[in-house]
């Protein structure tokens, strides 16, 4: 048994979802933030994901895990990319005159900088 704890967490969670396999834990908090664990590795921190317009109030975690759904109280539905290598395509994408190595690795630090997504 573990307990997933966010770093000074105190307040209470508003949405709570696990994935179907069980793998992943993900938790909204009342100040627009969702969080991420992956209940295999308990000491690693959670993911921390910004929603930006409130409190989460739905969850839901599909069965590819690839996707994390959420509802806020200005966006009923809205979906966001659980897959870091994923998340760094689409940055690269929509970052038309591509990122720093400095950049990269404040914004992706769990993926390896990608030379051909620099622009720069």
Do not use: I
Request: with cysteine; charged share 20%; hydrophobic share 40%.
């Amino acid at each position: 048994m573990a307990v997933l704890r966010a770093v000074g967490a105190t307040t209470q969670r508003t949405a709570l979802a696990f994935s179907a396999d069980g793998s992943l834990l993900a938790a909204g908090a009342p100040d627009g933030f969702v969080e991420v664990w992956e209940t295999a590795s308990p000491r690693l921190p959670a993911a921390r994901l910004p929603v930006g317009d409130g409190p989460v109030l739905a969850l839901g975690l599909p069965a590819s895990g690839s996707d994390l759904y959420l509802a806020t109280p200005h966006l009923a539905d809205r979906t966001s990319p659980l897959k870091p290598r994923r998340a760094a395509a689409t940055v690269c994408a929509r970052a038309r005159a591509g990122l720093t190595e400095a950049e990269w690795h404040r914004y992706l630090p769990s993926v390896p900088y990608r030379r051909t997504c620099s622009g720069r």
